[in-house]
């Protein structure tokens, strides 16, 4: 039922920022990974893309979550032409530990909603 039914979780009311490709996006990868998200009850990192997305046009990402949104758009978007020269923004595609720690329980926090939404 997750695979097909669990709702993109968006800022409130940005349901309309995620585009149709997105979406497509987002299915494929619930596709690929459905055994993981079911095991670690996780979103996938393009579900945290989506989700900080649309925070990002209503508020400015704090630090820890620029660097979440950053390190997960680039797992899913070409970005090597921003870094041809030696580039700060190639710090925020790698998160130390406890970034990744804050990754791991914001997908778990993305999980959540969209589970409680199904029921």
């Known amino acids: ?3 097909f039914k ?3 979780i968006t800022w409130p009311h940005h349901e309309d920022y995620v585009t149709p490709e997105m ?3 987002a299915e494929i990868e619930r596709f690929k990974n459905i055994t993981e998200i079911m095991e670690k009850k996780e979103a996938t ?3 945290v893309v989506i989700y900080l997305h649309t925070a990002s046009l209503i508020n400015p990402l704090p630090h820890n979550f620029a660097k979440i949104y950053f390190h997960c758009f680039a797992k899913y978007y070409d970005i090597k032409k921003i870094f041809e020269e030696e ?3 190639k710090y925020y595609t790698i998160l130390d530990e406890n970034e990744m720690w804050d990754l791991h329980r914001f997908k778990q926090w993305i999980f959540k909603r969209q589970t409680l939404r199904l029921k």
Do not use: D, K, V
């Open 45 to 47: 990192n393009y579900e």
């Open 1 to 3: 039922m997750y695979l």
């Open 6 to 8: 669990a709702p993109y």
């Open 87 to 89: 580039s700060s923004l």
């Open 23 to 25: 979406m497509q996006i």
